[in-house]
């Protein structure tokens, strides 16, 4: 079982930046793509960013040119730099993580977050 914990939401204007860490811990062979996501009051939770082991990164189309995704497969962390924030944006943040534990992949989160943008 992986453990996933988030670490830097929190409240910022519009047009600040952010930046959110997630940290994987537990036991387990390798870890495929690790994520963000996001879910607003009242919406589905939606895909932010994804990377894959080998760095290759999917975004969002609402934050492309804004957020980037970074990994380090050595430290088991991704990261979520947030910039140029809109009020759109505010949701809770949750990291999710596909790997593979003997005997099968799995998929786990973390527990969320807090970004709220707001003047």
């Known amino acids: 079982q992986v453990q996933l914990v988030e670490s830097g939401g929190g409240l910022v204007q519009p047009g600040g930046s952010l930046r959110l860490s997630c940290a994987a811990s537990?036991?387990?062979?390798?870890?495929?793509?690790m994520a963000w996501y996001r879910q607003a009051p009242g919406n589905q939770r939606e895909l932010v960013a994804s990377i894959t082991s080998g760095g290759t990164t999917n975004y969002a189309d609402s934050v492309k040119g804004r957020f980037a995704i970074s990994r380090d497969n050595a430290k088991n962390t991704v990261n979520l730099q947030m910039n140029s924030l809109k009020p759109e944006d505010t949701a809770v943040y949750y990291c999710?993580?596909?790997?593979?534990?003997?005997?099968?992949?799995?998929?786990?989160w973390g527990q969320g977050t807090q970004v709220t943008v707001s003047s």
């Open positions: 999710n993580a596909r790997y593979f534990s003997n005997p099968m992949w799995r998929t786990n």
């Open positions: 537990g036991s387990f062979f390798t870890i495929a793509t």
